[in-house]
């Protein structure tokens, strides 16, 4: 197939300094939840990406002092030459397959607590620590503080380069690092050259782009990073203020702005806060203010969309963290011709979690993300069968479909018999919530590749038992029937039967979802605590109903601070009306109320209503468990089925199952390849 025409300009090589991008797609720096801790798998992870095309591949950012340790966040590091083997390996990766090698140097000043290096934190203030809330202050940086500063920072380049990197990002933005705590006025009451009036705020993100140029910058481009709005109105930096004025200020400096909105959760939100191109009307000033190439981000996967940015005069470079994740081989699709496979991100910030919870990022679209290397998953290449076997796939969820999908990749003969009237399973449920369409692309990039199969059949509305699967004689059976909501108010916090939580008083997510809606108000009872209680809520309140939250945890939708929606969600949930009770527990349903006692004080409070418990599921698998008892060989659980989670883990499990099929498996071993740690020779 050939590209499309239309989409040329998206492969015009640009230069950036003394360095030429091979095309439009950067992918800008992203954390991964994998850096120095695991820097096999980060480095085939990024390698990954310049093969499937993207024109610039950079690292997350790369702390360059002890003072600005980011522990215990995963990221890379270089604080003097023992650092610079892994990340020299990672840009050789990426200039295996042609593509420019960035490095994004930071120091995040008064965030980090340096909870490992145990130095003072620094900033251009006295004050608290920001991130976790640590009892621990940054201290005021004197005159030569900043000199010693400006001093790593020029080291540190200069190591980059050594280390093979053609572009050097200097970064001040999502309110994370010390130029940006320089130059925000809420951070920076300083009365000598560094404070005061904005020219004076902006002094030192002036001299490390100046001296990071002096030092590098005839072999490396230098890409400034930088918040241009922080979305908090007057109180922070903003288009048409201060956001501008920094940007005439600097305008010519760098050889490349990398423009976004700051903090991180404004500038990686989810579909279900923001859609695709978002962050336009708040960056597309810029390339008025400067000659020089302009990047920005937007959760892009459209080739029209980028083309149209480009166009417009909006951006030169497209720049892309999760969809670089979600398909590192967009890039090529669209240059071979067939953007139809892009497998879309869904912008549901499952990646971000994983890293801030110091974890290798997950995936919800891609399985193979953070497995290049540990399990050596290629996102594009499946191994060609190893026998005739036909499979029978029980289900069309997310976890049926991509074992169906891989399966039938490998040229497998494969048979999906789903129950419903359409494919997709939760995730088609799920996507109907308010602002979850996107989701839906789990479903939909699947059938684009299962419909050009002749070897994978689908069938809807039907139903398997235990005779029919039997009867249908497939080789191999895969039961991904998912898993369904209980009633009984049963989860984390309570583990027996809640009394009165039976019958008519209750409504699960699964009937809502189905449709079915309370007469009068309701209580959405959270002991789940990630999306689904707010939906249910939001919902309900979009349908006039008086909705209340209630929730064991001590904030609402408690586990979205790990994805960065939490802010978003509390503040829809207020905007609409809904009554929010934290650390309540359910403690029975009786007479046409719901009864809520406090976690502290045991204090009762009765709301009228029914409730709609939001707390555990329990896998669909009586199937799986007769076809056992009647001695049916080759029968598996795969996804909510098996173990109930995430809808990544369901297209995982899907993916791993059509993976290690036809191979042998030893339970008793690691399942993947682990980054081990040598020890130093003891001292003589
Ligand atoms: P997962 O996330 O593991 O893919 P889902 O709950 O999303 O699980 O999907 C499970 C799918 O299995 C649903 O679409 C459901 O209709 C279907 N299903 C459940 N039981 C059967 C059955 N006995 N035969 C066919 N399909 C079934
Ligand atoms: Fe996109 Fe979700 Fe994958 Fe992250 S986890 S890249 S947001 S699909």
Known sequence: MTRDPRYDILFEPLRIGPVTAPNRFYQVPHCNGMGRAFPNSMIAMRGMKAEGGWGIVCTEQCDFHATADTTPFTETRLWDDADTPYLARMAEA????????????????????????????????????????HPIQARAMDKADIRAYRRWHRDAAVRARHAGFDLLVVYAGHDGTLPSHFLARRHNHRVDEYGGSLE??????RELIEETKDAVGATMGVIVRFAVDELMGPGGLERGNEGSDAIALLAELPDLWDVNVSDWSNDSMTSRFAPEGYQEEFIAFVKSMTTKPVAGVGRYTSPDAMVSAIRRGVLDLIGAARPSIADP??????????????????????????NNLSAPMRCTQNPTAGEEWRKGWHPEALPAKDS??????VGGGPAGLEAARALGQRGYRVTLAEAGDELGGRVSRESRLPGLAA???????????????????TYLASRLDANQVIAFGA?????????????????????????????????TPDAIMDGRRPAGPVVVYDDDHYYLASLIAELLRRTGHDVTLATTAPMVANWTQHNLEQGFIERRLVEQGVRILTRHQLAAVRDGAVELVHDLDRRLIRVPGRVVPVTMRLPEDALYHELVARGVANVRRIGDCFGPSVIAAAVYEGHRYAREFDTAVDPDRVPFRRDVFQLDRPTP
């Open 439 to 457: 989701w839906a692309r789990v479903r939909d990039h699947r059938l684009t590749q299962i419909g050009r199969m002749t070897n994978v059949e």
């Open 200 to 205: 004076n705020r902006l002094r030192l993100f």
């Open 388 to 393: 005739d076997a036909h499979v029978l796939v």
């Open 329 to 354: 081989f967009l890039p090529d699709k669209i240059r071979q011709g067939r953007p139809e496979d892009i497998r879309e991100c869904i912008g549901c910030n499952i990646c971000v979690a994983w």
């Open 94 to 133: 990426v200039h295996a397959h042609g593509a420019l090698a960035g490095i994004e140097l930071v120091h995040n000043g008064q965030d980090t607590g340096n909870l490992y290096s145990r130095e003072v934190p620094i900033g251009p203030d006295h004050r608290p620590v920001k991130w976790q809330g």
């Open 475 to 507: 080789d191999h059976v895969a039961i991904a029937t998912g898993a369904r909501w209980r009633a009984d108010g049963v989860g984390r916090t309570i583990r027996e039967p809640v009394p009165g939580c039976v019958g008519d008083a209750v409504l």
